[in-house]
């Protein structure tokens, strides 16, 4: 068996043990053959090959079921999405799907993420002042009543950046602007 072909054996799993066997031989190509096997897994977990990318991958807040673009850590991708058992919060924990194969985190559901990039921003300075967008990508609230819950994910996922507000003027005039006045006694 080809060097593709070995590793895939190498870890244990459902998906793992249901390869078939398949010799690349100097005339196969190792890209075709892990190709193939990327097609046994997602048929496996019964993910059709024209499924939109944001129907696959997907967080889950709440009832809510938003699609996420990014990519694992072996990709090499900058906008790091993966599952993790992390936490900093006290919500439930959300059920995730039997996973059918551990190196990408493919489960029966897909890709369920809820751990990687958190904040971005982009800024440039300008002549009139520094000019930023940022996400933060899991929201601002872990109360699922809260209009903060799931708002700036939703924005990341439509890739709709928000405005950084710098200037006096322009934060006095934001609509959501709350005030409060702190107290050391």
């Given at each position: ?10 870890t ?18 190792r890209?075709?053959?892990?190709l193939?096997?990327?097609v ?23 009832d809510?079921?938003?699609?996420i673009?990014g990519g ?23 059920p ?8 990408t985190?493919?489960?029966s ?7 990687g990039?958190?904040?971005?921003m ?10 930023g967008y ?11 009543d ?9 924005l ?12 006096e ?17």
């Amino acid at each position: 068996a080809g060097r593709v072909h070995a590793r895939a054996r190498a870890t244990q799993g459902p998906v793992r043990e249901q390869l078939p066997d398949a010799d690349p031989g100097p005339t196969r190509s190792r890209a075709l053959d892990a190709l193939a096997h990327a097609v046994q897994r997602l048929d496996l977990a019964g993910i059709a090959l024209d499924t939109p990318f944001g129907e696959a991958q997907f967080t889950r807040k709440g009832d809510a079921i938003i699609p996420i673009h990014g990519g694992n850590r072996f990709e090499g991708i900058t906008n790091l999405i993966v599952y993790d058992n992390l936490r900093s919060d006290l919500e439930p924990w959300v059920p995730r799907a039997e996973e059918l194969y551990e190196p990408t985190a493919l489960t029966s559901d897909g890709y369920q993420v809820n751990y990687g990039t958190s904040f971005i921003m982009a800024m440039q300075y300008t002549d009139e002042g520094p000019e930023g967008y940022a996400f933060l990508t899991y929201s601002q609230s872990a109360e699922p009543d809260s209009p903060w819950y799931k708002d700036q994910t939703e924005l990341f996922s439509a890739k709709q950046w928000r405005k950084i507000l710098w200037k006096e003027e322009d934060i006095a005039a934001d609509p959501n602007l709350v005030e409060y006045e702190v107290s050391g006694d």
